[in-house]
């Protein structure tokens, strides 16, 4: 692919960040130096070990939960999920095989409730509205006495939409069930509280905080119980054995401290920036829309969609002029289905494909965001005079 | 992912547009999938004298649509029906596994444009009898 040499604009920060320089600089000693196993006892073990703990402490200040404890270190959101999935619903089968989600969830939460309904539990993936948030009365009415376990995302990473966790914990409590909230894109762009929020287990991702890739955590109030998915040595109370990856977990520590932090000015920053380019790419171009919510939004979310053509062509168009997005469209996808999410929110097939998401990060500026605003109407307009959907009062 | 020629085919396809009075005219696809292919052929002494397309779908459907139109021009109708999407893909330098779908439909459209223009032929000459 021929593409601009000068010009590189990444805006796809929701698939992947890049690892924040001094989270690098936190990790360095832990490769060579101080390289011990915190299950060991002597002095590179216990080296090990406290820095361990320090992760935990700084993680679990990011999100106030009660203690550090509460903190169990795992491979990445999608392992977190699993674990509080299966784990959760595993623990608790004998009170009830019902578990409540949503129709605008990760694979990883969707997966992993499909595979324990292989196991004989149920799932009911409750709707949302045509800007992705849970339909509160709807999920009212599919929670019962059998249903354990209620898995919700914070906010979804595609249409950036933030649902009423603080709502749906109260009616999960008030139903005597366990509350999995996946924040793993809004953690670190949002404060979360989980004593506030009424939490019970929460994943988090280290690379949505610019920590690498490969780790992650979910955090589990202390009274809970649940079955894990690793067995071995015992580590992580027992929760994920396997010697822990502590170099990343170093990262992820000094990420979480460093989100603390910074996250308030840089949201606010970044939330100037996605809606100037919201709205200079939708005002300008007939039948373009937004997608989720204009208020009730993750800050980094741009996700938009233009009628009439399909998405995957819009990002090699962008490509080629050195910017480089994503899309809910099929044929971007190794699935070739348009995305589910989009899909959940009542938009047809053929709307799904069009839709193009940006996500900003930590080094984009209002000048990225001028840039794509200047690209993205020619784009649109010449794969607008190929396309056979086009009305003709638009071909140009 | 993409060939070279596949994205020069993208970024420059040949033959886009429609033929206001063509003498075949074929669709294939659905946009709920994705892909939406009309060719349009304009026949002359049983050759394939125009060809045009409007394509709604991925780099590879357009990419594909403009091989395709180059490949057909100036083909007798009976040449152009061998067209075929392993042809297309060919021509273009190979097309990404997933997307092995997407190829088919270009050749289908022509396939069917002629097709089209077959059966029109046949209808005037009833109304002559």
């Known amino acids: 692919m021929s593409t601009n040499k000068v010009m590189q604009i990444y805006v796809d920060h929701s698939a992947g960040k890049p690892v924040d320089s001094r989270v690098i600089g936190a990790m360095s000693p832990y490769f060579k130096t101080s390289y011990g196993n915190p299950s060991s006892f002597h002095k590179f073990g216990q080296e090990a070990k406290q820095a361990l703990e320090t992760s935990r402490v700084n993680i679990s200040k990011l999100i106030n939960a009660e203690k550090p404890e509460t903190i169990i270190f795992t491979s990445g959101a999608t392992e977190s999920n699993n674990l509080a999935i299966k784990g959760t619903a595993i623990r608790n089968r004998k009170k009830g095989t019902k578990i409540l989600t949503s129709a605008v969830e990760h694979m990883s939460v969707v997966n992993s409730c499909k595979s324990m309904m292989r196991q004989g539990f149920q799932t009911t993936f409750s709707p949302v509205d045509s800007f992705g948030l849970l339909d509160l009365s709807k999920f009212e009415e599919n929670i019962d006495d059998q249903t354990k376990l209620v898995s919700i995302v914070y906010a979804n990473g595609e249409v950036g939409t933030i649902q009423p966790i603080n709502e749906i914990s109260k009616i999960v409590h008030a139903n005597d069930s366990y509350l999995h909230v996946d924040a793993t894109a809004a953690c670190g762009q949002i404060p979360i509280d989980v004593q506030k929020d009424g939490i019970d287990l929460m994943t988090i991702s280290c690379n949505d905080l610019y920590g690498p890739k490969g780790v992650g955590a979910l955090y589990l109030k202390d009274s809970l119980r649940i079955d894990p998915l690793l067995h071995g040595g015992g580590q992580e109370h027992g929760l994920r054995s396997g010697t822990e990856n502590i170099s990343s977990i170093v990262g992820f520590g000094k990420a979480a401290q460093i989100a603390r932090i910074e996250m308030n000015s840089e949201s606010n920053r970044i939330v100037k920036i996605r809606d100037n380019l919201i709205r200079g790419l939708i005002d300008p171009i007939p039948y373009a829309f937004l997608n989720g919510h204009p208020v009730k939004r993750l800050p980094d979310n741009v996700s938009v969609r233009f009628n009439f053509i399909e998405g995957e062509s819009i990002l090699l168009s962008l490509a080629m002029s050195g910017v480089f997005a994503s899309s809910g469209s099929a044929c971007a996808a190794k699935t070739l289905q348009p995305s589910h999410v989009l899909l959940a929110m009542g938009l047809k097939h053929e709307e799904a494909h069009g839709s193009l998401m940006i996500t900003l990060g930590k080094q984009n500026t209002q000048k990225d965001a001028d840039y794509i605003k200047e690209l993205i109407p020619n784009i649109i307009d010449r794969l607008r005079n190929m396309s056979p959907l086009t009305p003709k009062e638009l071909k140009k | ?129």
């Open chain 2, 1 to 129: 992912m993409y060939s070279d020629k596949v994205m020069d085919h993208f970024t420059h396809p040949r033959n886009t547009g429609e033929i206001p009075n063509a003498d075949g005219v074929g669709t294939v696809g659905n946009p709920t999938c994705g892909d939406l292919m009309t060719m349009y052929i304009k026949v002359k002494n049983k050759r394939i004298e125009d060809i045009k397309f409007k394509t709604f779908g991925c780099g590879a459907a357009i990419a594909t649509s403009s091989m395709t139109t180059e490949l057909a021009k100036g083909k007798t109708i009976d040449e152009a029906m061998k067209i075929s999407r392993a042809s297309v893909a060919e021509s273009l330098g190979g097309l990404p596994k997933v997307k092995m779908h997407c190829s088919n439909l270009a050749a289908d459209a022509l396939h069917a444009a002629i097709k089209d223009y077959k059966e029109k032929l046949e209808k005037a000459k009833e109304v002559k009898k």
